[in-house]
């Protein structure tokens, strides 16, 4: 079992900056592909960002390429989503979420809320 705990979402401007967190216990944190995902209000979960375990290797959609970066820190279990140059529409509730032996995204967080303003 992996729990995962984010936080950092808040209220910014258009163009300014945050940098989510993601804190995982349980099971060896190193030993999993982590993503973070987004839901905005009225529309479904979205892929936003993945780094694997393995080589640390890193994917991106389309939306977010350039201006967020994904990055994560075993030694201290915590996978981070450094978002820069937010827009109106990155506004959702943000989750990280951690793969099992599935290779499906099995563990998820409580989900932390960005919310963008114009």
């Known amino acids: 079992q992996v729990q995962l705990v984010e936080s950092g979402g808040g209220l910014v401007q258009a163009g300014d900056s945050l940098k989510l967190s993601c804190v995982a216990s349980?099971?060896?944190?190193?030993?999993?592909?982590m993503g973070w995902f987004r839901q905005a209000p009225g529309k479904e979960r979205e892929f936003v960002a993945a780094i694997n375990w393995s080589d640390d290797n890193t994917y991106y959609a389309d939306s977010v390429k350039g201006r967020f970066t994904i990055s994560r820190d075993n030694a201290k279990n915590t996978l981070y989503l450094q978002m820069n140059s937010l827009e109106p529409e990155d506004t959702a509730v943000y989750y990280c979420?951690?793969?099992?032996?599935?290779?499906?995204?099995?563990?998820w967080g409580q989900g932390t809320r960005v919310t963008v303003s114009s």
């Open positions: 979420a951690a793969e099992s032996d599935s290779g499906e995204y099995t563990y």
């Open positions: 349980g099971r060896t944190f190193s030993s999993y592909h």
